[in-house]
């Protein structure tokens, strides 16, 4: 789990650009915390009751919907997405084996962000390149035909640039 | 020079392997040598990504695979400029390793019928004028201007398209009831959230051809009366996200959507919605709830979407593949689509194969083609030779589907009749290293967590059954766990709300229903077949090794140059390891970890080197000793062939006092009958049954048990219990005419090699027929050559593929000129004057896959024909004989002609009497006799100390103590690891006798490694027994 020492600062007046912006439209409510999410890496809690406001919702509701979608995060996380495909053709080809390694050379587990904010693993059921399996995606950068000396490799590219 | 364009794929599969940079190098090299006529020009996704970067340069249509960008300044040299293609970067088809240059030629695109991915590879997603050019839109201006939205939907039922996106309903009628109801805002959306793990279509089409579902969704918006159409897409599919708005935008600047559409008064506009990251949203109600931005849950049904939909108006969703479908039928009428699929299932379906096939990719074919077509002549068969298992079609709400339907047509009806689903069409191949359980227990796992939660059964439910089937990969499998997982399944089926949770049962009901004892040797015996799950083996060589020997000890002690310590590691466990060093089938190489990565080591001849080396050094070894009597008990064991003296092995070991009873004058059973001394020399065996003795076990020759002295009389004599181990060595008969075993110059295979053992005189003449494929039939045909025979014929009913002999061998029987005639089978024995003088016979040809999903051979009438021959062989089979008990014997018998003998306990009916080994199972591979002794001596052990449970082979570690590493050496050692090669390393050939010289003689034809040899190979291994 990342340990901050403060909550980090939110600009509060980009916040309600967004969402005005937004409010405007209909069905906005997922769209709108996408944007948030964009621009502040994660849907601070503190933004719930103002999108509430904005948007005639219950916080409640509001909540809800966040805590549904597994892609919508309401923690900090890292500038590397490191996302490693669980889908069916993966794992008939290795891709439990890629995972273990990957966790071990982040020294992460699934779900976790590493304490400098570098790294966030997370696994995906699909990502849609089966062909190409073993797989994971880096931020946006698709790795396939993932073996162990290529994990190794990865992150010992991006820990040095 | 002719107009040439280059088209480099830009699918997402083909851009992570370097595709970019690939065109960019292009168009640079291409400027630099300023070649004339030339277009760099790029593509979407042709669903081959596992060859990517593909490039193809038309018209020609060469087809280049894993082009990268250091390849391209010889690209354009030699083709571009010169005309001649780089033959290197061919496609190589994976069956056959030839070369294929035209795209239109290989295997993988020729055999598909491509409609819906029509475009998919061969323009540029990202400029409308392209689409335009191959077609698109066409349909839109057909409908909006010459039909009627009516005509429309009547042209989609015609053409009988069913919505590909799982469910298969009716496109049209779903239009229809849209239509149809009350109100004038209506709405149709794309289901593109293509959650299904496998399934990778959807995004291909987007990202290759989007203005397909573009024009497919316009003309489903003219056909239900909605001007207002959405694009549901998962987030993870950012490329196809940035295609499809460009692709929105270009349609919108030339007319083709928004306002008064080419001035047909029909408006329609279309959004996009991202998706945040749930499976469960692909489900078109919770589809609906996210859009609307609120949670993706489902809701009940009726009332339908067509009734009541996105923002509670009447809605048509339909899934990509449909949408495209739709325009291509629009486009070339419901005729000509009709014309291709089944009656109930008409047109084309697209699949994602994918999983342990060579050729991983896209497929397009007519509905009705067989599961087979697709999986081996279009996706090439198994990777690396292994066995194929089963296809797992559908995702997570599909089902297994094993070998013995394979032949099944794919159509809707189909496969919910074998329990599977069509379903967003993903195709998983599975093969014999992929364990079933672990399968369901995969698939569980997902459902489980993607569930949404509303209804109970499906909450409760999958987490139950997903807790069930990890603890049975654990090795905490309950006898109680199968009736629970079919009852918790039953109820989750029916009880639960939406399609997630009415079919995420699939995969555990259809992997229970064909490969139930998986399951049971995973819960009763902690066994794995397929060597995958952790939890119950150390090493995946030792696990399958029926005996469970320690297979990385011993390799590790051969790097070391200890073979004294390896022959007693392999002795622990298996008292013949210089037969099995020879002839065992090595089931362990199959499972070895290092043949994924370039080639198994060679166990079975490291185990021979070393037993070879044992008998060479014996005089200089301390002589073994007998293993110390410390028990009251004597056993008596009936038969001294490797499963009574394996018996009879483990019982001394135990301290029990044992006495072996053989009828022959030798023993070693059908070891030293029937394989010929060119395979397993006399002496071999000799030597083996000589340690044996020194261990303490006694053997009497030339002592039957038979009516004279029976089972019982053994008992009497002293024997607190007895294990018969006494063979299948009588040879099954043919069961055809002609077929007398007194007729001169007709033999029984096994018959005739024990004549040949023992050294009695056979004369076979010039001209030989064998009949039967096996081990038997093999060794008969070889050693009809050795005896002078001049044309050796193998006669087998069924082809190559389906011989149960090694590579090996049957290369070794060719080598030495024996000729093969596949798919023969006999019909009688003619003979004259008591004299075989031939055999008249009847082609076959393979039909339905049988249980086993072994193909039936039938004959093939009008085809009889005779061949002359001296001397015919029958070796089809062999079978225990019973002949020695008395008729009045208690012992219960099986139905089969076998004793009845409890599986696990290897007990009959009578109490202290057990059997084991081919006398029961009928003729079995020798590793598997060595079990079964190990197995009757624990459960001998078991019933003297009155103990009821279960006998349990388990694979067993000694503890390994770490080498300390000295200081400076990690360096060293980090290095020798990164230098450790990813180049592979293939095992040394085993050195084999001169051809010319094995046919003339019985010198053994397979020789050992040399010491070098093995110690290098041993090293090979990857030590999985140390895996943390």
């Known amino acids: ?161 | 020079m002719d107009r040439q364009t280059v088209f480099v794929c830009q699918g997402t599969g083909c851009l992570s392997s370097g595709s970019q940079a690939v065109y960019d190098a292009l168009k640079l090299e291409v400027e630099k040598l300023e070649i004339p006529c030339v277009k760099i020009d790029f593509t979407g996704c042709h669903g081959f990504c596992e060859q990517g970067p593909i490039v193809i340069v038309e018209p020609r249509g060469i087809f280049y695979t894993r082009v990268q960008a250091e390849d391209v300044p010889e690209i354009a040299e030699a083709h571009l400029q010169n005309g001649t293609p780089v033959q290197r970067l061919f496609y190589r088809d994976p069956v056959s390793g030839k070369a294929i240059p035209h795209y239109r030629e290989v295997n993988f695109y020729q055999k598909q019928q491509r409609v819906i991915l029509q475009n998919c590879g061969h323009i540029n997603p990202e400029k409308i004028e392209q689409a335009l050019e191959s077609g698109r839109y066409g349909a839109l201006k057909k409908a909006l201007l010459k039909m009627t939205p009516a005509g429309v939907i009547d042209e989609i039922k015609k053409a009988g398209l069913r919505g590909r996106g799982g469910a298969g309903f009716p496109t049209a009628l779903k239009w229809e009831f849209c239509s149809n109801a009350p109100g004038s805002k209506k709405y149709v959306i794309c289901n593109a959230d293509e959650g299904d793990p496998g399934a990778f279509m959807d995004r291909s089409i987007l990202e290759a051809d989007p203005h397909a579902v573009i024009e497919g969704l316009a003309l489903a918006g003219y056909a239900v009366g909605a001007d207002e159409g959405y694009i549901y897409i998962r987030a993870e599919y950012p490329l196809a996200v940035k295609r499809l708005r460009l692709a929105l935008k270009q349609a919108g600047e030339k007319g083709l959507l928004g306002e008064n559409i080419l001035d047909s008064g029909f408006n329609f506009t279309i959004k996009i919605k991202e998706g945040a990251g749930s499976f469960v949203c692909g489900e078109e109600t919770a589809l609906i709830a996210s859009i609307e931005s609120r949670r993706g849950m489902p809701r009940p049904r009726p009332p339908f979407p067509a009734q009541s939909g996105l923002d509670g108006r009447p809605t048509v969703i339909n899934n990509v593949k449909s949408l495209a479908a739709v325009s291509a039928i629009i486009g070339r009428g419901a005729e000509w689509f009709s014309s291709m699929g089944t009656e109930k299932s008409k047109g084309t379906v697209v699949f994602a194969l994918t999983g342990k096939v060579a050729n991983s990719g896209l497929v397009e074919v007519p509905a009705g083609t067989p599961l087979s077509t697709i999986v081996f002549d279009i996706g090439g068969g198994i990777q690396r030779g292994k066995k194929f298992k089963a296809v797992q079609t559908g995702g997570p709400s599909g089902g297994c589907i094993p070998a013995q339907h394979m032949d099944t047509p794919v159509e809707f009806e189909n496969l919910s009749r074998l329990g599977s689903i069509m379903g967003s069409g993903g195709m998983v191949v599975l093969d014999e290293s992929t364990c079933m359980v672990e399968i369901a227990r995969y698939f569980l796992s997902f459902t489980q967590s993607e569930s949404c939660g509303k209804c109970t059964p499906c909450r409760l439910g999958t987490r139950q059954m997903l807790e069930i089937l990890t603890r049975i990969t654990q090795g905490r499998g309950r006898d109680s766990d199968i009736e629970a997982l079919l009852n918790i399944a039953k109820t989750v089926k029916e009880g639960s709300l939406c399609g997630l949770g009415q079919t995420c049962p699939n995969p555990v009901l259809t992997t229970l229903q064909y490969f139930r004892e998986e399951y049971e040797a995973h819960i009763k015996e902690k066994k794995c077949p397929a060597a995958v799950c952790d939890a119950l083996m150390i090493s995946p060589c030792q696990h399958t090794c029926p005996v469970g020997i320690d297979v990385p000890r011993y390799l590790d002690a051969i790097s070391r140059e200890e073979f004294l310590e390896a022959a007693e590691i392999i002795r622990e466990r298996n008292p013949f390891p210089a037969i099995c060093g020879r002839i065992c089938h090595h089931p362990c190489e199959l499972r070895c970890r290092r043949g994924e990565l370039d080639d198994s080591l060679a166990i079975r001849a490291l185990k021979r080197f070393v037993t070879d080396w044992y008998f060479d050094n014996i005089d200089k070894i301390p002589p073994p000793e007998p293993f110390t009597v410390l028990k009251p008990q004597k056993v008596a064991v009936v038969g001294a062939g490797p499963c009574g003296l394996s018996c009879a092995y483990f019982l001394a070991r135990m301290g029990y006092s044992v006495t072996v009873f053989e009828a022959l004058p030798v023993g070693g059973g059908m070891l030293s009958v029937a394989l010929p001394e060119f395979r397993l020399p006399d002496q071999v065996i000799q030597k083996e049954i000589e340690y044996i003795k020194k261990r303490g076990v006694e053997i009497k020759y030339n002592s039957p048990v038979n009516i004279n002295f029976t089972v019982d009389d053994l008992k009497k004599s002293g024997y607190d219990a007895v294990f018969i181990a006494a063979g299948a060595q009588k040879s099954q008969q043919i069961g055809i005419p002609g077929e007398v075993e007194d007729l001169e110059g007709f033999y029984y295979g096994l018959r005739f090699l024990r004549d040949v053992k023992i050294g009695k005189p056979v004369r076979v003449g010039k001209k030989v027929i064998v009949i039967g494929g096996g081990n038997v039939a093999l060794d008969t045909a070889r050693t009809a050559v050795r005896l002078g025979a001049e044309d050796v014929e193998i006669f087998y009913r069924r082809n190559r593929e389906e011989m149960p002999v090694s590579e090996l061998e049957y290369e070794e029987a060719v080598t030495e000129g024996v000729r093969f005639n596949f798919l023969v089978s006999p019909t009688r024995i003619v003979s004259s004057n008591w004299k075989a003088t031939g055999l008249q016979c009847i082609k076959m040809e393979l039909g339905e896959p049988g249980k086993d999903g072994r193909r039936r051979p039938i004959p093939l009438a009008g085809t009889e024909f005779f061949v002359e021959a001296d001397a015919v062989f029958a070796s089809v089979g062999q079978a225990p004989d019973l002949s020695f008990l008395p008729p009045d014997s208690a012992l219960e018998r099986s139905r089969l002609e076998t004793l009845a003998v409890d599986e696990n306990r290897l007990s009959t009916n009578v109490s202290g009497v057990f059997a084991g080994g081919d006398f029961v199972t009928g003729p079995g591979m020798v590793i598997e006799a060595i079990t079964a002794g190990r197995r009757g001596a624990l459960a001998i052990d078991k019933h003297f100390k009155g103990d009821p449970a279960r006998v349990l082979i388990y694979d067993q570690r000694k503890d390994v103590l770490p080498l300390g590493i000295a200081e400076g050496e990690e360096e060293h050692l980090d290095r020798e690891l990164e230098e450790e090669t990813w180049k592979p390393q293939y095992r040394p050939q085993v050195p084999r006798l001169q051809a010319e010289e094995r046919k003339r003689s019985f010198k053994e034809t397979e020789l050992s490694y040399s010491g070098a040899e093995a110690v290098q190979e041993s090293k090979r291994c990857l030590r999985c027994d140390l895996e943390i």
């Open chain 1, 1 to 161: 789990m990342a340990k901050l020492k403060a909550p980090p600062e939110i600009d509060l007046e980009r916040l309600n650009e967004i969402v005005s912006e937004h409010a405007r439209k209909r069905w906005a409510l997922i769209p709108l915390v996408q944007e948030v999410q964009a621009e502040f890496g994660f849907i601070p809690p503190r933004v719930v009751p103002i999108i509430a406001n904005k948007l005639h919702l219950f916080p409640s509701e509001v909540q809800g919907v966040v805590s549904f979608y597994e892609q919508l995060y309401t923690e900090p996380r890292g500038r590397n997405i490191v996302r490693v495909c669980r889908g069916t053709a993966c794992h008939v080809r290795g891709g439990k084996a890629i995972l273990k390694l990957v966790k071990r050379q982040l020294e992460l587990e699934e779900n976790e962000t590493s304490e400098d904010l570098e790294y966030t693993l997370e696994t995906v059921a699909c990502l849609g390149v089966c062909a190409l399996s073993p797989t994971m995606v880096i931020n946006n950068q698709v790795c396939g035909h993932m073996n162990p000396k290529k994990v190794k490799e990865l992150f010992k590219r991006e820990g040095e640039g």
